[in-house]
């Protein structure tokens, strides 16, 4: 299993926190994208604007990035700030 969780303004358009899912060995990251996109719709708006960042156990990872189970995935809304 992992767990999938979303920060900030994503909470709210997905309308949940975390969803835990199980996954199959060889799974990629995109793969999981895809069956995210599917079972969460609203998040497929979002992922094609492509300005959020995914990371894998908090590290910014490619899309071929294998998944096993006890990852944490989060899905970062972009940041703005400073002056």
Known sequence: MVKV???AV????VGKEEVVLDVEKGTTLE???G????ELPPLKDILKEGRIL???NQEVVP????????DEIAFL???AGGS
């Open 31 to 33: 793969q999981l994208l």
């Open 35 to 38: 069956r995210l996109e599917r």
């Open 63 to 70: 899309k071929e990035c294998l998944i096993q189970n006890g």
């Open 77 to 79: 809304p972009p940041f």
């Open 10 to 13: 994503l909470k709210k358009i």
């Open 54 to 56: 995914i990371s894998v």
């Open 5 to 7: 969780r979303f920060f």
